[in-house]
């Protein structure tokens, strides 16, 4: 059981102050093994933070953010799965599941993480699956109205990957949660 | 008196002890053959060695101990008549022969405790008898030893007597008499030590004085102990004594000492009614006396009483507390010219915590405290002592933390007025301070009023306070301005019209703090003006009556003065960034020129102003992005803005950047939707075109052996045409397709195996939507693979 934290959108300072309290005392170090950030942190406080509640941690860029060093995307390997991160504003039209579904064959993935639209999203398709976390913050978008606080955590263990799905709505935190099963794939040719 | 060398010190008091112990033992003996004359005569011998003038004050009890150990033993032989057959009443005068008066007066003070115990004469008499003897003995150790054993043995009896034991009221003020009268007199002899003796210094003195201070404290002990000492006469007698002498003696160890030991001694009901009296006293002690620590302490004790119940609270009310301490304090500060701004201050947070503990709803009270030290520190010159400030820093704190709320802080009108008069160093610190209560307690600063005052009192960090800036540290500016930056979001109000009056407030500030500044502030304030624009967005057509002023057009002229400061700074990327998303929020509002002038910007700030050829790419990303979610354009409009777009998109640097953003143009032709745009052949225009830039982009790598493989380039434009083709694009065929599945695979062979996977899971794809059958399945059936 391998926990994974996809957050990202959180837009502080520039959109938010600061992560809702519930979300802030569920976010406890030492229980999360990686954490994959989709971007628009935005400053340097933000990713300190993240940093303490778990050293894996893995950044894309968003257009706000203030470190011009994060990557455009990102890929990386958490036991049987690949997977993909970029923030999303670079993908036109934004939110497009079927141009997602082109950046995911192009990182060559099972799993891509993606923000900028502020919206939650757990799609499956064809080659794979697209999580969008949603904003953290519940910041203001131009894509999205009526944004409630959202992330996602992923418990993967073997084939198998559970998304956790948690939503601030009214004040109240919501769970829920979605099964992916991964079909074994040949090895790929070199 | 007292000596220097310590080693023959030590040699004395051992003499000393020697003597005492060779004359008890030969006591002893006549007390074991009830030999009166003898014991008296070897008690006399043995109460001599106290006689002495070589020991200082803790050798001496070291001596007194030992004989009054001896003193004990005797007592009890005096005490049993059958043993020497000798009245007290005879007894009392048989020792008044000893020949010195100290060793006198100590039997004396031993037959007497045994007297008094007998009632055979009344206690007063007794106890005034002896008290009025000792001062036979004037040397000042030697004459508070004295005084102390008489206090020690008679402390028993004095409680019962006061304890209406007899039933004869008037007993109780004979104890209280008794007790006052050796209270002062061992008041005065410890006061005289400091005078005496051979060239010392000052601190020694002290320093042994100090050993013998609850020597004279014990006195106020047993009066607190006294059962019939009640309000009335602690009021009428008691306090009015001891508060004499204190202020009498002129003595600063005396006066700090005894202070103290009243206000922890007596209860704080007693001082609470006493409180006029017992503060009066305070200006009138000498100027080196730390009198704000004995303030302290009294109002600490204070403050813990008032917490014990409701009723207590009522009292102090009743008996004015908080102005007679107010009051006393100034006097305090008006008396010790010399003191310093330091001790002043602390005065005054002391007396602020008080006041936060026992009057917390009194925020006149808190204000006023507040005055009184925007008072004291409009009389100096700017406060350059450290510890002051800090103590400024602490005064100001103190509300804060006490009142969750941030809001109720802000009301104490004499808030910012402290704060002015702090450097700017520490007024940034304070400003910080007021920020992070507000961002802990979640407060929601909702006025435009108090907008006005928070911002009035975090000027320091809005603006640079003096004309020469001070030195600035990068990453404390940093942390400065994200955190106003963070405030920004607590200024809420769900009325658009003081929402937008907040807006106005803080743009007005944020304005005024200067270039290096607006890009930290002016995206939190344009993201909330956004959040404003879309609350109206639903109200739209809600609006009855009079013209309201808040209306999104009025908001868009506002968010367009403040990104045009932005990208003056300059900041054009970021200013960039902040027109699209008001041009989204415009396109929300149905505003298609107000839409159009923001794009308008964007063109301008992106031809003159982003030069890096990274920003671009991002640059014309996000505007292909926002261009393409845009529906309130009229065609003109439209095309005029997308032709700039896709012109903009061929003419980046790098090939295959130009590629992509040339087949992202294509989705500028085709919007999902009712009302969408499907313009199947510019489409395909686009990714012709795209096609013909990676041919180029081919050829030169091929020339110049790039590895950032341009097949990539082709397989993410076979991606695209397949996007299209089953969105139904006529102009896309599968022949066309097919085409492109052909081209790559022949650039594949002399290629890198990067595009192999990306390849293949296209192909993968397409096999997928053939075996899907139905409409989609139809469709990709006539692609051939």
Known sequence: ?190 | MLLIGAEDEEKWLAEGIAGVQHNAFYLHRALDSNNLRDALKYSAQMLSELRTSKLSPQKYYELYMRAFDELRILEMFFKDESKHGVSVVDLYELVQHAGNILPRLYLLCTVGSVYIKSKEAPAKELLQDLVEMCHGVQHPIRGLFLRSYLAQISRDKLLDIGSDYEGDADTVMDAVEFILENFTEMNKLWVRMQLEGPGRVREKREKERSALQELVGKNLHVLSQIEGVDLEIYKETVLPRVLEQVVNCKDDLSQYYLMDCIIQVFPDEYHLQTLEMLLAACPQVQPTVDIKTVLSRLMDRLSKYAASSADVLTEFLQVEAFTKLSNAIEKVIEVQVDMPAVGAITLYVSLLTFTLRVHPDRLDYVDQVLGACVKKLSSIPKLEDSRATKQVVALLSAPLEKYNDTVTALKISNYPRVMDHLDNGTNKVMAMVIIESIMKNNTCISTADKVEVLFELIKGLIKDLDSATDELDEEDFKDEQNSVAKLIHMLYNNEPEEMLKIICIVWKHTMAGGPKRLPFTVPSLVFSALRLVRQLQGQEGDIVGEEVPATPKKIFQLLSQMIEALSAVPSPELALRLYLQCAEAANGCDLEYVAYEFFTQVFVLYEEEIANSKAQVTAIHLIIGALQRMNVFSVENRDTLTHKTTGYSARLLKKPDQCRAVYACSHLFWVDGQDGIRDGERVLLCLKRALRIANAAQQMASIARDSSGPVTLFVEILNKYLYYFEKGNKQITAAAIQHLIELINTEMQGDSATSDAFLASTLRYIQFQKQRGGVMGAKFESIKL
């Open chain 1, 1 to 190: 059981m391998v926990l994974v934290l996809a957050i990202g959108d959180l837009n502080i300072p520039h959109r938010a102050p600061d992560l809702p309290p519930k979300f802030k005392s569920m976010l406890v170090p030492g229980k999360i093994q990686h954490i994959i950030c989709t971007g628009n942190l935005c400053i340097k406080e933000v990713h300190d933070y993240f940093k303490t509640l778990c050293p894996d941690l893995h950044i894309t860029r968003g257009e706000y953010d203030e470190d011009s060093r994060y990557p455009e995307n990102k890929t990386l390997t958490i036991g049987q799965f690949k997977l993909g991160i970029c923030h999303g504003h670079q993908v036109i039209p934004w939110g497009d599941l079927d141009s997602l579904a082109m950046v995911q064959r192009q990182l060559d993935v099972d799993i891509l993480v993606t923000g900028h639209t502020h919206q939650f999203k757990a799609y499956k398709h064809e080659g794979g699956v697209v999580i969008n976390p949603g904003s953290a913050t519940g910041a203001y978008s131009s894509f999205t109205y009526d944004v409630n606080p959202s992330f996602v955590l992923m418990d993967i263990d073997g084939l198998r990957v559970v998304v956790y799905v948690y939503e601030l709505i009214d004040g109240e935190v919501k769970v829920d949660k979605i099964d992916f099963k991964k079909t074994a794939t040949a090895p790929s040719a070199h």
